[in-house]
């Protein structure tokens, strides 16, 4: 594979192979693809540049450093990588761990009320681990829903995603 000037891809298609559309938002798409050097399937969340000249918004700039900060958490969406391609792709990409359905598709596959208790509770579980690590960081996540919350079906067990909307809150509160 041939990079451009200084071993940066031009596109970050040269680096990965799209497998397809999964999602979209007001921010973009996610694609679920593989990446070339090492055949990982990996979730790409793209974010369009706005072109305005004024760089990336805020949103954007805070999900990931956000996200750098609770990346240690096995109860959080691991971010794997940043790219930014140089050329005329104005678009960022976040790589992410993919994972293979988020929490309301998984709910679907099961008639209403079949749902084995044990998976329930192992995702409340996860679910409170990971709020628990988040808070620890002084972090508001403000859009918790099942479209946010991804299922790893292998060690069943569930992550928090999508940080777009977050906050950090600078100062702890007083106890």
């Given at each position: 594979?041939?990079?451009?000037?200084?071993?940066?891809?031009?596109?970050?298609?040269?680096?990965?192979?799209?497998?397809?559309k999964i999602g979209s938002?007001?921010?973009?798409?996610?694609?679920?693809?593989?990446?070339?050097?090492?055949?990982?399937?990996?979730?790409?969340?793209?974010?369009?540049?706005?072109?305005?000249?004024?760089?990336?918004?805020?949103?954007?700039?805070?999900?990931v450093a956000l996200l750098?900060?609770?990346?240690?958490?096995?109860?959080?969406?691991?971010?794997?990588?940043?790219?930014?391609?140089?050329?005329?792709?104005?678009?960022?990409?976040?790589?992410?761990?993919?994972?293979?359905?988020?929490?309301?598709?998984?709910?679907?596959?099961?008639?209403?009320?079949?749902?084995?208790?044990?998976?329930?509770?192992?995702?409340?579980?996860?679910?409170?681990?990971?709020?628990?690590?988040?808070?620890?960081?002084?972090?508001?996540?403000?859009?918790?829903?099942?479209?946010?919350?991804f299922v790893d079906e292998?060690?069943?067990?569930?992550?928090?995603?999508?940080?777009?909307?977050?906050?950090?809150?600078?100062?702890?509160?007083?106890?």
């Amino acid at each position: 594979m041939e990079l451009g000037a200084g071993g940066v891809a031009n596109t970050v298609w040269e680096l990965y192979e799209s497998k397809g559309k999964i999602g979209s938002g007001r921010y973009g798409a996610v694609h679920e693809a593989v990446q070339k050097a090492t055949g990982q399937t990996v979730a790409l969340k793209e974010f369009e540049h706005p072109g305005d000249g004024q760089g990336f918004t805020p949103e954007i700039l805070r999900e990931v450093a956000l996200l750098k900060d609770l990346n240690q958490s096995r109860y959080v969406v691991d971010l794997i990588d940043v790219e930014t391609p140089r050329s005329s792709d104005t678009s960022i990409y976040l790589v992410f761990e993919y994972l293979d359905m988020n929490l309301g598709h998984y709910i679907s596959k099961f008639e209403p009320g079949l749902m084995p208790r044990r998976t329930i509770k192992m995702f409340v579980f996860s679910l409170c681990k990971g709020m628990a690590h988040i808070h620890s960081h002084f972090v508001i996540h403000r859009d918790l829903k099942s479209d946010n919350l991804f299922v790893d079906e292998k060690r069943m067990i569930l992550k928090i995603g999508d940080l777009g909307v977050s906050r950090s809150i600078t100062t702890p509160p007083r106890l």
